[in-house]
């Protein structure tokens, strides 16, 4: 799945058009980790239970501010 194809799914799923494939980026490159809104529908789009992503986020964040 490409950086628009997630960014197109989670616009579609969601009906919030003000997500863009920069977004997605940047939380690729972990330069920003998705809030609750947008790992709820992470969540739904991938088919991941939202604990897990929720745990996945608290990492993320603890390993940006070691950097």
Do not use: H
Not at 1 to 16: H, I
Not at 33 to 41: E, Q
Request: proline content about 4%; glycine content about 8%.
């Amino acid at each position: 799945m490409t950086q628009y194809d997630l960014a197109d799914a989670l616009v579609a799923a969601s009906g919030n058009t003000s997500l863009g494939r920069d977004e997605v980026s940047r939380w690729e490159r972990g330069k920003r980790v998705p809030g609750p809104y947008w790992r709820g529908w992470l969540s739904v789009v991938l088919g991941v239970a939202p604990d897990r992503l929720r745990a996945c986020a608290r990492v993320a964040k603890e390993l940006r501010w070691r950097q």
